[in-house]
């Protein structure tokens, strides 16, 4: 049975060692829908992301996938429902390729009951979509980190879960393997939360942007009205333009270099007295 993928971030907090890595932070996520997590380096976004796989209770707060609290559904129950790719790969892995998408189906079996013709046929697929078919047999260990992470994709893919979360899944990959990766999750029609660096890549792939900064949500929507230049300043301290394209109304970000916004309050305000002193 597949489920429709309501996730709901009910006012989580985490506190470690008493820092507040995630401060109140809600989100709400419709089936079908999304959504990227933004945010400069140490904003809490793998911290939150953990919350929702159940890497990592939350101090406060909950998190609700389909009405349900995740902290308290059974684990196989969790993974038939949500799948996650993970930031840090283990490795350890004395696996080949297809031996890690194989553990997409362990969520469906008893201890030591084999892959039947309908586990091989998800995950060849699997393997397929991802294009590491050819990585198969290969050892999951010796693989570069863009094939480990595809493979690991691959792997939530057959999960078949409703709902599905991204710590940086294109992290180590090359363009093309970017655009194909988002694409395959945004295909795919579950609900995803996807944490991702690229502002241009969320724009393009995602419904709507959720902004984290300093362990809080501070922004949350669709692409282009989330992502303005004072957003771009305020949350990471660049100066940059933002575009419409023509074609395909996506916003486009262009971080200027070398403009670092001046001190503190941010604004690169001109000179007193120069106004009007234009003329040739
Ligand atoms: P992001 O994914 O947005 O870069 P993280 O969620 O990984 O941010 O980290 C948020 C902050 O929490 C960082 O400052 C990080 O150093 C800190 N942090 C992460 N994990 C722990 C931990 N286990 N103990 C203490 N601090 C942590
Ligand atoms: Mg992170």
Same mark, same amino acid.
């Given at each position: ?33 999304? %959504? ?16 929702? =796989?159940? +890497? ?26 949500? +799948? ?13 390729? =297809? ?8 969520? =469906?079996?008893? $201890?030591?009951?084999?892959?039947? $013709? ?62 194909? +990766? ?7 029609? %579950? ?32 692409? +282009? ?10 949350? =990471? ?44």
């Amino acid at each position: 049975m597949t489920t429709p993928g309501t996730l709901r971030v009910e006012r989580v907090g985490v506190t470690v060692s008493g820092r507040d890595l995630v401060r109140e932070a809600s989100l709400e996520v419709a089936p079908g829908e999304v %959504v990227a997590l933004v945010g400069p380096n140490g904003a809490g976004k793998s911290t939150l992301l953990r919350t929702l =796989y159940r +890497a990592r209770r939350p101090t406060s707060g909950r998190v609700l996938l389909d009405g349900e609290d995740v902290w308290r559904m059974g684990g196989r129950r969790l993974a038939r429902r949500l +799948a996650a790719v993970m930031q840090e790969t283990p490795g350890e892995f004395e696996l080949t390729g =297809y031996e890690v998408v194989a553990m997409g189906r362990s969520p =469906y079996k008893r $201890a030591f009951q084999g892959d039947d $013709a309908g586990d091989r046929k998800i995950i060849t697929d699997a393997l397929a979509a991802l294009d590491v078919t050819g990585l198969a047999r290969a050892p999951f260990d010796r693989l570069s980190g863009g094939e480990k992470q595809r493979v690991l994709i691959a792997r939530a893919l057959a999960q078949q879960t409703g709902t599905i979360v991204l710590d940086e899944p294109t992290n180590h990959l090359d363009l093309r393997h970017q655009l194909d +990766a988002l694409r395959l999750v945004r295909g795919l029609g %579950v609900t995803a939360v996807i944490a991702l660096h690229d502002l241009n890549l969320a724009a393009a792939f995602c419904d709507r942007i959720c902004v984290m900064d300093a362990g809080r949500v501070v922004a949350d929507g669709p692409p +282009a009205r989330v992502l303005t230049p004072g957003l771009l300043a305020e949350v =990471y301290e660049v100066d940059a333009e933002v575009t419409i394209h023509p074609g395909t109304g996506i916003p486009q970000i262009n971080v200027l270099p070398g403009l670092p916004l001046s001190g503190s309050g941010g604004s690169a305000s001109p000179q007193p007295g120069h106004e009007g002193s234009t003329a040739p």
